[in-house]
């Protein structure tokens, strides 16, 4: 009955079978491809899609190590992808079969969206059926039906709407929201200028994540999404709202209209008449910009990067496993691990929304409704007569270096709080300016008061510090930055037995591009440098395209922490990445030279190498780079780059960690105009474990913490080590416990391995 259900979505609501292109999808193919390799397997490209495979011929092609250099960079797919409408039909998927037997292909890798996946699920099904009738007309001997009896089908899901279920992103989404936000930006110059609204249409047809997370993210006025119609007479108050930020002396305004809006009555909503209702009722100066295949394209981020990087692995490693009886999967990303899902039980959700226009898009995505209920927060400020007053003050203050995303947290954490009727201070200048009086009430519209540059620890300004929090009766603090916020609230949680102006809730807010921060997984700040990093590294590869064997050593910052250096090696494709969680000798440096040497002797020209700023003290950038140019004498020359504080001068707005802290956790009980609270779960950090946002004692969190080396004591991301050693072409063991599923099954070694093509 499932397979019934199947085929009839599939045959009816796909014109021809097309593989849509996302940004990201090459660093799949380079993963399969290599990782394929690395276990010994053929594995091939099918150039076009389905019609490809249909054509046979030059479309099925085997490829090399070397076929899969220098594509992270590039946008799309380089194999090509095209509409089909034979793979719909019997005899097209018949001549697909005979193409792949004639090669030996019974392991099959799809990128695509729903509709491909679905595709594939069904040739997987009618295979054996195939098989048995290209034998009866005598394209094939029995042999061949009894050798490649069984079809082994892993999907990949490439998609920048983000709308295919059991997965909390697909590769492409983050690209296309570089993208959106990028045009945002170079918008709100002109807007402010001109004193201009601007109305731009973005893709999502059936899905509106990209406007609802561009909207977020740029603090759009308005958004319109297909899964949230807007209100009966939503025109009064979305003119309302335009006219009070122009009586504000808001000099701009943006709103975000998803291709596939509608209103309560299932008419569409278009950024046209979006424009013509704010020109009609306010006379506003409007500009309509449709972003289209924009979107699409470009370089893509780092974190598609790695996600279709370990997604690549992993969907290679469930071939390597599967069986007659495993059903087709799909890899997908769940709380930063790359998981496997039944592919029938993820399409059928699909087919079930676009079957029934499911309105409640929290069975598509974990996010959506955390993404909205906090965007409906953060841009419309309630009536001050409908705000609940609870006389408790909050003081915000940042600390440390600055790091992207710094202001969004900001803005983000006084909203809420004002909304929550709390009273918000902002401290200029940390706990330095804390010590000297520098706080000030902050509304609702005025939250930005500059990065802050500020290092120094509380330590020795407990007393006056003390003194301002009762003076401006601070019953909350909360420190945005990287260690040293941390750091301070481990001192101010120590000085509660001297100085019970303490005894408030205390929350660090982790914000620095190192992300070194124990009990987080991610910073705010650390994708902004990491895509910083990767895009320096793009451009000096494509500066030396004119040049023959160059090997480039690049010097990355996060203190002792890896994390930029290791991720930045993964997404931009090096050749080696050192750091201090790994420690490496002169051996190992020689080796990394041959190795780099040997593949230069190939058709390979340009290597990369990374190096964190404080991976070994005695081995330095330009030991390593003295290193590599005497030893590569003859083969190739070097150069070097130290990277620096660009790293953290590209400002973007990453709201991931703090969106939700208040809704997390507000203390709603009465409050007298003294809050006392001196338990240790009152000093806490609010850390991303897995999916989730949690709370942690700081005090807990020393445990777990290397204060020497200003990191943690474990750290995830070293997991993907051998993962960017192997797609670098070295010889090493991977450890599948990246696979939240894999844990217990054992590694086959690449000798034992027999996979077959793919």
């Not at 190590?65 to 590039?74: D, G």
């Not at 945002?184 to 807007?191: E, L, N, Q, R, W």
């Not at 750290?715 to 090493?732: C, D, G, H, N, V």
């Amino acid at each position: 009955q499932m397979s019934m259900i199947y085929k009839k979505y599939w045959i009816t609501y796909n014109n021809g079978i097309l593989l849509f292109f996302s940004p990201g999808m090459n660093a799949a193919v380079r993963a399969v491809v290599r990782m394929g390799i690395y276990v010994k397997a053929k594995v091939y490209f099918v150039y076009e899609g389905y019609q490809g495979m249909v054509d046979g011929g030059d479309n099925i092609v085997e490829v090399s190590w070397e076929s899969v250099s220098s594509i992270l960079q590039v946008g799309g797919t380089v194999i090509g992808s095209a509409r089909c409408k034979s793979f719909r039909t019997r005899e097209g998927r018949l001549q697909a079969a005979y193409n792949l037997v004639q090669r030996g292909i019974t392991n099959l890798c799809v990128i695509g969206g729903d509709g491909s996946l679905t595709g594939a699920n069904l040739f997987r099904e009618e295979w054996s059926g195939l098989l048995e009738e290209l034998a009866q007309k005598g394209k094939i001997d029995e042999e061949a039906v009894k050798k490649y009896a069984y079809l082994n089908i892993v999907g990949m899901v490439g998609s920048i709407d983000n709308d295919f279920c059991g997965t909390d992103m697909t590769i492409g989404t983050d690209s296309a929201l570089h993208r959106i936000i990028e045009v945002v930006d170079a918008i709100m110059t002109t807007a402010q200028s001109h004193q201009r609204t601007f109305v731009l249409e973005v893709m999502g047809r059936h899905c509106g994540y990209l406007a609802l997370v561009s909207a977020l993210a740029c603090g759009a006025d308005w958004v319109f999404i297909p899964e949230y119609p807007p209100e009966e007479g939503w025109e009064d108050s979305m003119c309302v709202k335009l006219s009070e930020n122009r009586a504000r002396k808001k000099r701009l305004n943006i709103i975000i209209v998803a291709e596939g809006a509608i209103d309560c009555h299932n008419k569409p909503i278009t950024s046209e008449k979006v424009k013509d209702l704010v020109v009609q009722r306010l006379g506003f100066d409007t500009r309509v910009t449709i972003l289209g295949h924009v979107q699409r394209g470009g370089t893509p981020s780092a974190f598609d990067r790695i996600l279709a990087s370990r997604m690549g692995v992993e969907a290679v490693l469930a071939l390597l496993e599967a069986t007659p009886a495993t059903p087709a999967c799909v890899v997908s990303l769940s709380g930063n691990q790359a998981v496997r899902l039944p592919l029938m039980e993820c399409v059928q959700m699909v087919i079930e929304k676009f079957t029934i226009l499911l309105m409640l898009v929290t069975y598509l995505f974990r996010s959506f409704e955390n993404n909205l209920n906090t965007y409906k927060l953060l841009s419309h400020k309630k009536p001050d007569a409908e705000l609940p007053k609870t006389n408790f003050n909050v003081a915000v203050l940042n600390v440390g270096a600055p790091a992207a995303g710094m202001n969004a947290a900001v803005r983000a954490a006084v909203r809420v709080g004002i909304t929550e009727g709390h009273k918000m201070f902002a401290v200029i200048d940390g706990f330095e300016g804390f010590a000297r009086g520098k706080v000030k009430s902050i509304n609702f519209f005025h939250f930005s008061f500059g990065l802050i540059i500020f290092s120094t620890l509380p330590a020795k300004y407990l007393e006056k510090i003390a003194d301002q929090m009762r003076t401006n009766n601070i019953n909350a603090l909360m420190v945005i930055g990287g260690f040293e916020a941390y750091e301070s609230c481990l001192q101010l949680h120590e000085a509660r037995s001297r100085f019970e102006e303490f005894c408030v809730p205390i929350c660090v807010l982790p914000a620095t591009i190192s992300n070194n921060v124990p009990g987080t997984d991610f910073s705010i700040g650390a994708d902004t440098a990491l895509n910083a990093i990767v895009e320096t590294c793009d451009r000096i590869k494509q500066s030396a395209s004119g040049t023959k064997r160059r090997v480039f050593i690049i010097e990355t910052m996060g203190g002792y922490c890896g994390y930029l250096a290791n991720m930045g090696a993964l997404a931009a494709g090096a050749d080696a990445a050192y750091i201090f969680e790994e420690q490496f000798d002169i051996r190992e440096l020689q080796a990394n030279v041959e190795h780099l040497t040997e593949k230069m002797k190939t058709s390979i020209q340009r290597g990369l190498v990374l190096r964190n700023e404080n991976c070994n003290e005695n081995y330095t950038t330009d030991f390593i780079y003295q290193l590599y140019s005497e030893e590569g004498k003859g083969v190739f020359d070097c150069r070097k780059n130290v990277l620096g504080h660009m790293q953290q001068v590209k400002m973007t707005l990453k709201l991931q960690t703090s969106l939700n802290l208040y809704e997390q956790r507000t203390y709603r009980e009465h409050y007298s105009r003294k809050v006392f609270a001196n338990t240790d779960d009152s000093v806490c950090l609010l850390g991303m474990r897995r999916r989730n946002l949690v709370f942690q004692p700081v005090a807990e969190l020393k445990t777990e913490t290397d204060f020497v080396h200003r990191i943690p004591k474990e750290q995830w991301w070293l997991k993907l080590r051998p993962l960017m050693k192997i797609l670098a072409k070295y010889k090493t063991s991977y450890d599948v416990s990246d696979s939240g599923q894999l844990e217990h099954v054992a590694m086959h070694s690449p000798k034992e391995a027999e996979t077959g093509a793919i």
